[in-house]
């Protein structure tokens, strides 16, 4: 089993910045790949950004590209997600997700960090 603890959620105003981190704990050290997504009310999940745990190779969703950037410390078991340029679209429950190796779904999920953007 991992654990997936996320913080760093809060209001701010259009155009500002947030830092999203996500601990993980347990066995860690079957994690494949490593993701946020987001859910705003009324809406599906959608897919933000992703990371490889091994090589740190990096993917967006189009709607964030150039203005989020996913990081990821080994050491510490922690991804980050950084979102500058915040809009009031970006507004929604953030989760942290990992993919063991070898499975193609995302098995371990936070519980979520509210983001809230002001226009």
């Known amino acids: 089993q991992v654990q997936l603890v996320e913080s760093g959620g809060g209001l701010v105003q259009a155009g500002g910045s947030l830092r999203l981190s996500c601990a993980a704990s347990g066995r860690t050290f079957n994690i494949d790949r490593m993701a946020w997504f987001r859910q705003a009310p009324g809406k599906e999940r959608e897919f933000v950004a992703a990371i490889s745990w091994s090589s740190g190779t990096t993917y967006y969703a189009d709607s964030v590209k150039g203005r989020f950037t996913i990081s990821r410390d080994n050491v510490k078991n922690t991804v980050y997600l950084q979102m500058n340029s915040l809009k009031p679209e970006d507004t929604a429950v953030y989760y942290c997700?990992?993919?063991?190796?070898?499975?193609?779904?995302?098995?371990?999920w936070g519980q979520g960090t509210q983001v809230t953007v002001s226009s």
């Open positions: 997700a990992a993919r063991p190796a070898g499975a193609g779904t995302y098995d371990y």
